[in-house]
Each structure stands twice: as C-alpha cells, then as structure tokens.
C-alpha cells in the first residue's frame, strides 16, 4: 500500500499495529487506553457526523481542543471528509514554559496575516481570550466586554 494521504497513515498505522493500547491519555487523573478498533470507529464516526452534516471537499472545519482522543479523531476524520481541517490546541503549557508572552488574535477574527496573503484572518480575540480563561491563565481582558465589542 503506497501511503499518498494522511487517512493512508492512519489505516496503515491501526491495520498494522493492532493493540489493545493502540493510545494512551490522561483523565482525571487516571491513564485511559484506547483499543486500535476503537481509534479506527471513533474517527470514522467523526468523519460520518460530518459528511452527515454537510461536510465536504472544500469546506474547512475548525476544533479547538487539547491533547485528547478527540483532537486524534479530528485529525484524522476530518480530512476523510476531503475538508481542510484547522485545529487550535488549547494546550499552552509548552508555550508558556517558554516564555511566549503574546498571542496574536484579533477582535471578531477579521485581518490576516502579510506571511500568508490568502489567510482569512487571525484567530478571533474572544476565542483565544476564552481558551486562556479555560487553562487558568490570567488576560486580564474582560471577556464579556469583548464580547459585546466584537
């Protein structure tokens, strides 16, 4: 099987290697395993709901997750919908532990990017503010305010 697609990675991967582990995550504290059957239902059932929802070539999906099962089913089921996926990882410890101070949004999501002239816009202000409040971090932008502004 030549590999010329990321859903090609991902049959290979659950084919080949079937395990009862195939992923491991943390909970509440505890590690859960998930099965290689499992991962393989879980994302073609993300990638259903979405075609079932009108998802398709040409449209582009955006999640904004951490490092979960759910984020791995995007990844992997959206591009089986033959959309473009754009995903945001809420995870910022990485990026904090290194010291990134400023995040670049913007209010509503409107602007852009001059490195990426056909970029739509930079990720909405309430948003990433929203994301912050969720992982503990301290903006100290009123979100409501923001909001009600945007």
Request: glycine share 10%; proline share 4%.
């Amino acid at each position: 099987m030549a590999i010329q697609t990321v859903c090609d990675i991902f049959y290979r991967s659950v084919d080949t290697h079937r395990k009862p582990e195939h992923l491991k995550y943390k909970k509440d504290g505890a590690w859960h395993a998930v099965s290689s059957e499992e991962l393989r239902a879980a994302v073609e059932e993300t990638s259903m709901g979405l075609r079932a929802l009108g998802i398709g070539k040409g449209d582009t999906v955006t999640v904004m997750l951490s490092n979960t099962p759910a984020m791995l089913e995007a990844h992997f089921g959206v591009p089986m919908t033959e959309a473009l996926l754009h995903s945001l990882n809420t995870r910022l410890d990485a990026a904090i532990e290194a010291g990134v101070h400023a995040l670049d949004a913007s209010t509503g999501g409107i602007g852009g990017c001059p490195f990426a002239p056909a970029a739509t816009g930079n990720i909405p202000t309430e948003d990433l503010v929203y994301m912050l409040q969720r992982c503990g971090i301290h903006s100290g932008v009123d979100l409501d305010k923001l909001i009600a502004i945007g």
